[in-house]
């Protein structure tokens, strides 16, 4: 019963429905109080992301008629945001190749900036209102912090304007930096940009001012051949985000001739890392948005943590061994993430088994059968190895791995690469 009450809430939550309603509250309140449509934008300093996203400032303003309020927040707390180094290591690397995706600067000889720096950074940045002398004190003075070198910079305490940063960015409903939020929904980075501009587009001036400030950035229908070069995919059997990724990167190894090599772990809360409410509710709704950009179904989420998981694991490593193992992972994570369905119960994951080929006998085998355990620890220190800590990740042969659904334009590149002798 209790699964059932948290899959009808979930599908409550993702409503398409609910959300547009709530769109047209928000903004007919605004216009009878006659404000002007107003983006909140988070920045945090020593976030490459935030480098990134503040120097679309001035355009966004520009392009909708927006009035734009820039706040400065700390770092994120332990809980929203595990593993620091590692996370700071690949946001790094990470925005330098999204920098180059859309045409914005980020330093190639970018390296984790000086405690003391950031403080500095931070007193350049505090009290600065007006979002255009924001991005140009940002992008001047993160630039310098990057690549470690001495900037200018007043000796402004930063710690009020912190603090009411980080009070906004609670009441936005988010935790992370480098965050947009617009009338009740947050967006981050500008992975997302691309959702805030088609919810601003009927904002635009008539005749329309020009394309979007943004472009969505997606993996091609181009072909090729890497003579079933590996592509491994880390996969969690709780993570939203890894079932809108799993037929997409299926279908991208078999456009390429890649051998697609299926590396699944434990979820998060299961290794011990925490994942805070305020982080699950909007990885819900921001997978939404992209389940419907990419006409995937989501919504009617039945939560396999725990014993769901343990016993998709184990019925997938005898899928594997069989050759069924992503039919198997689409079928658990479609069940867990669209249909509702309760990998707990015997009639629940046999049903989501059956569907692949599987039959009975092999779910009882595989349930008897505890070596997927050893797997998944073997997967969890790969993944680790490869300097990432969550799914889905990817990587190409022995290329640099990627992190993210929203990284299979850089997996594909990188297929490329190999298929032109380049890697």
């Known amino acids: 019963m209790r699964r ?21 509250v928000r903004t007919i309140r605004r216009r009878l109080m006659g404000e002007p449509p107003t983006l909140h934008y988070f920045h945090g300093v020593a976030d490459p992301y935030s480098h990134l996203a503040a120097q679309l400032l001035p355009a966004l303003a520009a392009a909708y008629g927006l009035r734009v309020v820039p ?8 809980e929203v945001a595990p593993e620091p180094e590692r996370l700071l290591g690949w946001s790094i690397r990470d925005a330098g190749q999204l920098a180059a995706a859309h045409g914005l600067a980020f330093p190639a000889d970018a390296r984790a900036p000086a405690a003391d720096a ?12 007006d979002p255009a002398a924001f991005s140009e004190a940002a992008f001047r003075v993160g630039t310098a912090l990057w690549r470690g070198q001495p900037f200018d910079a007043p000796t402004r305490d930063a710690q009020a304007a912190l603090a009411e940063g980080a009070a906004a960015l609670a009441k936005a409903g988010h935790y992370l930096p480098g965050v947009f939020a617009f009338e009740g929904e947050c967006y981050w980075g500008v992975d997302r940009l691309p959702h805030l501009e088609a919810r601003l587009a009927d904002l635009r001036q008539s005749p329309p001012m020009g394309p979007p400030v943004v ?25 939203p985000y890894t079932h809108i990724a799993a037929a997409r990167v299926r279908a991208l ?29 909007y990885i819900v709704r921001d997978t939404k948005r992209e389940a419907d950009r990419l006409g995937l179904p989501f919504g009617r989420i039945c939560d396999p943590v725990g014993t769901g998981v343990e016993r998709g694991l184990a019925v997938l490593h005898r899928a594997i061994a069989l050759g069924r193992g992503p039919d198997f992972v689409e079928s658990f994570l479609q069940g867990a993430f669209a249909e509702g369905v309760d990998a707990t119960t015997d009639a629940g994951l046999l049903g989501l088994a059956e569907r692949t080929g599987l039959s009975a006998a092999d779910v009882q085998a595989a349930l008897a059968d505890e070596s997927w355990r050893a797997i998944a620890e073997q997967n969890r220190e790969r993944m680790f190895g490869l300097g990432l800590w969550g799914v889905p990740a990817f990587r190409v042969g022995n290329l640099p791995a990627h992190w993210g659904q929203d990284r299979l334009w850089a997996v594909e590149q990188d297929l490329g690469r190999i298929a032109g002798g380049i890697a």
């Open 71 to 78: 706040h400065l927040v700390p770092a994120p707390a332990a």
């Open 118 to 129: 950031v403080r500095a950074a931070e007193g350049v940045l505090a009290g600065l209102t």
């Open 253 to 281: 190894a078999d456009r390429w001739n890649a051998e697609l090599l299926l590396r699944p772990v434990l979820p998060m809360v299961m290794r011990g890392l925490p994942v805070p409410l305020e982080k699950r509710m």
């Open 215 to 239: 472009r969505q950035l997606e993996a091609s229908d181009r072909r090729g051949d890497v003579r079933r070069a590996p592509l491994e995919f880390f996969l969690s059997f709780r993570s």
């Open 4 to 24: 059932q009450l948290e899959s009808r809430g979930s599908a409550l939550v993702t409503s398409t429905r609910l959300r547009d309603g709530l769109r047209r």
